[in-house]
């Protein structure tokens, strides 16, 4: 199975930061990567399709890119509803396979 | 609206069985792929399953911690998704999403969610 590797597994900022999450794939995938957003005791939510395609309603503060083995999903102004946990998932291969996912904490 | 409702979970002892649907509505259901997705408690996410829809032959994948346990089928006149639950384990406790599967550009996401059913395990 393909694996995902999301770093960091947490991290703290600000409002109006730009945050940086990365996925790493065990081998090459393409583009065939979505990032997803969880809020806690929320379903997950698509924000980026493709690596790089914004899903319609996500804010273009969202944006993703990367392809083959690394993958980065950047917000580039943090706002408060932001705070959540990130998650990658690649779709190459079956299994399909999430990153652990990282967690966005208000510092 | 495009809505997925849940619903089925409860506990179970190990070695038990029980059957998970998923309401579908607001969308042609039979031209969708359909997918569940669990997730641990306080745990992340876990792929569960997949099956394609009639021209695919409703064709189904699973996730190997699964396979031989977990079937999932449809019922496409009913716009309903299923998970039946076999030989269930303690570490298959988690909250059961099913969601949609969106294809673009030849690959795919999920891009409308369930809020969750619970399944419990535990003697």
């Known amino acids: 199975a393909i694996q995902m590797t999301q770093s960091p597994s947490s991290l703290s900022a600000s409002v109006g930061d730009r945050v940086t999450i990365t996925c790493r794939a065990s081998?090459?995938?393409?583009?065939?990567l979505g990032w997803y957003q969880q809020k806690p005791g929320k379903a997950p939510k698509l924000l980026i399709y493709v690596a790089s395609n914004l899903q319609s309603g996500v804010p273009s503060r969202f944006s993703g890119s990367g392809s083959g083995t690394d993958f980065t999903l950047t917000i580039s102004s943090l706002q408060p509803e932001d705070f959540a946990t990130y998650y990658c998932?690649?779709?190459?291969?079956?299994?399909?396979?999430f990153g652990g996912g990282t967690k966005v904490e208000i510092k | 609206e495009v809505q997925l409702v849940e619903s089925g979970g409860n506990l179970v002892q190990p070695g038990g069985s029980l059957r998970l649907s998923c309401a579908a509505s607001?969308?042609?259901?039979?031209?969708?792929?359909m997918d569940w997705v669990r997730q641990a408690p306080g745990k992340g996410l876990e792929w569960v399953g997949r099956?394609?829809?009639?021209?695919?032959?409703?064709?189904?994948e699973y996730a190997a911690s699964v396979n031989g346990r977990f079937t999932i089928s449809r019922d496409d006149s009913k716009n309903s998704l299923y998970l039946q639950l076999n030989s269930l384990k303690t570490e298959d406790t988690a909250l059961y999403y099913c969601?949609?599967?969106?294809?673009?550009?030849?690959?795919?996401?999920?891009?409308?969610w369930g809020q969750g059913t619970l399944v419990t395990v535990s003697s």
């Open positions: 081998q090459g995938i393409g583009n065939d």
């Open positions: 099956i394609r829809n009639k021209p695919n032959s409703y064709t189904t």
């Open positions: 607001g969308f042609i259901f039979s031209d969708y792929y």
């Open positions: 998932l690649q779709d190459l291969n079956y299994p399909l396979t």
């Open positions: 969601a949609r599967g969106h294809f673009a550009s030849g690959s795919y996401s999920f891009d409308y």
